[in-house]
């Protein structure tokens, strides 16, 4: 009997062992072997260059992934994907799963409220690209309100009708005023006239499992806060205490090791990939023997400051992210951003000139210095005595733009014809000008339940009736009397448990302290020692503001070197044809629903407001 039950330990582990690297946790760590796309298009291989050419190769990416032609994800997209052998088709997101995730998600539901012409809270639709296309059709509604929110300082937002956005400063003393509302739906986006109030708390989320070793990719936070009681391994709630340290030092992220071992420093987020993906960290969000559960602090922004030289720092996390790039700086003139394929200066890299020539230009470039390839007359687009917010973007074609943050209209825009891989973000300021700089991590789109995949392979219910086909023959076998234990755990608690690591094997001497390689001690802490995008791909960098004021006027006429920025004036984008403008309409008065006004009750429903001439 048991090597009935050995074989029933090994299969369980085959089954979920096949099935956990089938599913990604959107940080480029995905390892299965999918190698077709949503629309059943087989990948091209990596190492090919046929029928598409690309630079996402095994030797430029070593630590991708990138074997045969599995779907991976070397660059930071919303998903895996893969070039694929159709010519008409150059590349195609792959059906993989979302892992779950371990997230504070950063908001917390105030409830449903009543809603009116005159607004408990401000509209934001139309204020920031991140509020795409319709609202009724946006992807992850409430995950977008937040973070455009969360960018401009605000303790509240609401969403309401299936995906409008609003928000303010003030909300927390507003949101109330027209009384408590039954008429949201249960998806978290309001209904109609009704507004599914948040507010916003701070939180983290994971940014998945990346290897360590004795050169730490984070630095220990353990022995330095009471808070890290006691022997790491038997700390309760090691996850959230050690968030609450990094988040009291104004770390961005932090990273939590072989059950509870606690790191976070200044330089982790540029830091904490340094030694590639692992696949060692538990499913309870708490790491693995050498293998650090990395988070990203929701709202931790980072401070810098650049001096009059005319020379990039580098010192910003990769490009993950699928929003635009949006940061905010006060400074006289001559701010410089550089976006390139390494985090280094480089030959071809675009440069985004903001306020240059004294404050009254603004120009897009292709090399440091290089020919003005777009310009803009921007006369006092900067201030040495506020902070300004501005956005970067690109898409697909090599279009590069750039504008305020607070406007959709682009001030600067320019087409690549050969579009240059950007992968990192540098800033400077020069001639003669210093600058404050404020970078704060994006919202990433966040899912924490899988989804059902049709690219093949085992999928949960294949798990699922394995799993109960073979405990029932074990129950059949042994008549229940048997319970699955080891020494350290039982089944009835968690199906893994976690181990730590052999003594010569990765520990050589189990009572050294943690940061002597490289063994796992029971260290105590009672006592105190004292932020790769294919040409041919959209990709955006996104790095939140907080909040941001005074949006200079620039001169309406537009000079540029190739392509001309509309001279159209600046209007809500794509609002969805549930909303009906009041016209005209101006940034005091907030688009609103159908011929409704202050003086007017708020029509009943959505549907009639529509049906109004």
């Known amino acids: 009997m048991p090597d009935l039950w050995t074989a029933f330990v090994v299969l369980l582990f085959f089954v979920v062992g096949q099935s956990s690297g089938d599913c990604q946790a959107g940080d480029g760590s995905?390892?299965?072997?999918?190698?077709?796309?949503?629309?059943?298009?087989?990948?091209?291989?990596?190492?090919?260059?046929?029928?598409h050419s690309h630079n996402k190769t095994p030797a430029n990416h070593p630590s991708s992934g990138l074997e045969q032609n599995y779907c991976r994800n070397p660059d930071g997209e919303r998903g895996v994907w893969c070039y694929t052998t159709?010519?008409?088709?150059?590349?195609?997101?792959?059906?993989?799963?979302?892992?779950?995730?371990?997230?504070?998600?950063?908001?917390?539901?105030?409830?449903?409220?009543?809603?009116?012409?005159?607004?408990?809270?401000?509209?934001?639709?139309?204020?920031?690209?991140?509020?795409d296309g319709q609202y009724r059709e946006r992807d992850n509604a409430i995950e977008k309100c937040f973070e455009v929110a969360l960018s401009r300082g605000f303790p509240v937002f609401s969403v309401q009708h299936g995906g409008q956005c609003f928000g303010s400063a003030d909300g927390l003393n507003t949101y109330n005023k027209h009384g408590p509302?039954?008429?949201?739906?249960?998806?978290?986006?309001?209904?109609?006239?009704?507004?599914?109030?948040?507010?916003?708390?701070?939180?983290?989320?994971?940014?998945g499992c990346w290897t360590d070793s004795a050169d730490r990719a984070i630095a220990t936070l353990e022995g330095t806060d009471p808070r890290l009681d006691g022997t790491y391994q038997e700390r309760s709630d090691p996850v959230e205490k050690c968030y609450q340290v990094a988040l009291s030092r104004g770390f961005t992220v932090f990273a939590v090791q072989n059950g509870g071992w606690c790191a976070g420093s200044d330089s982790g987020r540029q830091n904490y990939n340094k030694y590639g993906p692992s696949t060692a960290c538990a499913a309870d969000g708490e790491g693995g023997p050498w293998a650090n559960e990395v988070y990203e602090i929701l709202g931790g922004c980072l401070n810098r400051s650049t001096d009059d030289q005319?020379?990039?720092?580098?010192?910003?996390?990769?490009?993950?992210?699928?929003?635009?790039?949006?940061?905010?700086?006060?400074?006289?003139?001559?701010?410089?951003?550089?976006l390139s394929s390494q985090n280094y200066n480089l030959d071809d890299m675009y440069e985004i000139v903001i306020g240059g020539w004294n404050n009254t230009k603004s120009a897009i470039r292709r090399s440091k210095g290089g020919t003005d390839r777009a310009f803009n007359t921007t006369p006092g687009i900067l201030s040495s005595t506020e902070t300004r917010g501005f956005w970067i973007a690109w898409t697909v074609d090599?279009?590069?733009?750039?504008?305020?943050?607070?406007?959709?209209?682009?001030?600067?825009?320019?087409?690549?014809?050969?579009?240059?891989?950007?992968?990192?973000?540098?800033?400077?300021?020069?001639?003669?000008?210093?600058?404050?700089?404020?970078?704060?991590?994006?919202?990433?789109?966040?899912?924490?339940?899988?989804?059902?995949?049709?690219?093949?392979?085992?999928n949960g219910f294949h798990i699922l009736g394995i799993f109960l086909g073979v405990v029932m023959f074990m129950f059949c076998l042994q008549n229940g009397k048997h319970r699955l234990q080891n020494n350290n755990c039982q089944i009835n608690r968690s199906l893994f448990c976690r181990q730590r690591p052999e003594q010569n094997q990765q520990n050589t001497n189990v009572n050294a302290v943690y940061d002597d390689p490289p063994s796992y001690p029971e260290v105590s802490g009672g006592?105190?020692?004292?932020?790769?995008?294919?040409?041919?791909?959209?990709?955006?960098?996104?790095?939140?503001?907080?909040?941001?004021?005074?949006?200079?006027?620039?001169?309406?006429?537009?000079?540029?070197?190739d392509n001309t920025v509309s001279d159209d004036p600046p209007s809500y984008p794509e609002v969805s044809s549930s909303v009906v403008q009041v016209e005209p309409a101006s940034s005091e008065d907030p688009p609103s629903y159908a011929h409704a006004s202050s003086d007017d009750p708020p029509p009943p429903s959505y549907d009639d407001a529509l049906n109004m001439t």
């Open 30 to 51: 995905y390892r299965g072997t999918v190698s077709v796309t949503r629309t059943n298009k087989t990948c091209q291989r990596w190492d090919s260059q046929t029928p």
């Open 86 to 131: 159709d010519p008409g088709t150059r590349w195609e997101y792959c059906d993989v799963p979302v892992c779950a995730a371990i997230e504070n998600r950063g908001y917390a539901s105030l409830g449903c409220w009543k809603d009116e012409s005159d607004r408990a809270i401000p509209i934001l639709e139309g204020t920031d690209p991140r509020l």
């Open 181 to 207: 509302s039954s008429d949201c739906e249960g998806d978290g986006e309001g209904g109609a006239w009704a507004n599914e109030v948040y507010q916003i708390i701070g939180g983290y989320r994971s940014l």
């Open 310 to 338: 005319y020379l990039y720092r580098w010192d910003l996390a990769a490009i993950r992210d699928s929003s635009p790039f949006i940061f905010g700086v006060q400074a006289n003139n001559d701010v410089h951003v550089a």
């Open 398 to 458: 090599g279009s590069i733009s750039v504008g305020r943050q607070e406007e959709t209209r682009p001030f600067l825009q320019w087409t690549d014809p050969d579009p240059l891989e950007v992968a990192y973000a540098g800033y400077t300021t020069g001639w003669g000008s210093t600058g404050e700089w404020r970078f704060c991590p994006s919202v990433l789109q966040r899912r924490t339940e899988p989804e059902p995949s049709s690219s093949g392979g085992l």
């Open 527 to 561: 006592s105190l020692q004292d932020i790769n995008v294919d040409a041919d791909r959209v990709s955006f960098i996104s790095l939140p503001l907080g909040t941001l004021s005074g949006n200079a006027s620039a001169d309406t006429e537009s000079q540029r070197v």
